[in-house]
């Protein structure tokens, strides 16, 4: 049996993933709840927290409190979670980390003029998970960022969707190990779009 670990169940998106798993046969833990002892072979943070506070525009100035407690919940927190279950996932058999993030953070689609908090924070995670990916991917490790597409898409589907992602292995072009998908560092959407960091 396989063990996923979600960083928390408490949305209906993560309580629909965490039924997913379990549908197909997987143990799921949660932080803070039931632990997981000797592996995790997938681990999925849900770390995605944005605040009321977070409505500035740049012309407004930026909020130096603000920025600082959404980084720490979207960056930081993540961070320190991956090196605590690191020994646990070097133990597990798939090896995939997963992260959500929103296309809206992207630097190359986002139209929003506010929350700069918000993308403030993904950004960093952004340079957090390439630099993780750096040094983790040789050792088999592979990733999985996705885009639940809160508000546009019911959140059940997006679980759905997210399983399907986290849990299925992307292509080798025509057999060929050098052109192998997972090499690659994107994040998808709920709907299976591909989109720019």
């Known amino acids: 049996m396989k063990n996923v670990l979600i960083t928390r169940n408490k949305t209906t998106f993560e309580k629909s993933l965490c039924k997913a798993f379990e549908r197909e046969g997987y143990k799921v833990y949660v932080t803070g709840s039931n632990e ?13 927290e944005k605040s009321p506070s977070d409505g500035f525009s740049i012309r407004d100035g930026l909020d130096e409190r603000v920025i600082k407690k959404i980084y720490k919940a979207n960056v930081q927190n993540p961070m320190g979670l991956l090196e605590k279950y690191l020994p646990l996932l070097d133990n597990g058999e ?7 993030t929103t296309a809206e953070a992207s ?30 991917s040789p050792s088999g490790y592979t990733w999985r960022v996705f885009d639940p597409m809160h508000g546009e898409v019911d959140a059940k589907a997006s679980a759905e969707a997210a399983f399907n992602y986290f849990t299925r292995r992307r292509g080798t072009e025509n057999n060929d190990p050098l052109r192998d ?9 709920a709907l299976g779009r591909e989109h720019t960091w």
Request: with cysteine; charged share 30%.
């Open 181 to 189: 998908d997972e090499n690659r560092l994107v994040f998808r959407d």
């Open 94 to 100: 798939s090896k995939r980390l997963c992260f959500l």
């Open 36 to 48: 997981p002892k000797k592996k995790i072979d997938i681990y999925i943070d849900v770390s995605n």
């Open 107 to 136: 630097i190359n689609e986002t139209r929003d003029t506010t929350g700069y908090a918000f993308k403030l924070s993904k950004s960093a995670l952004y340079n957090f998970i390439q630099m993780a990916s750096n040094k983790l």
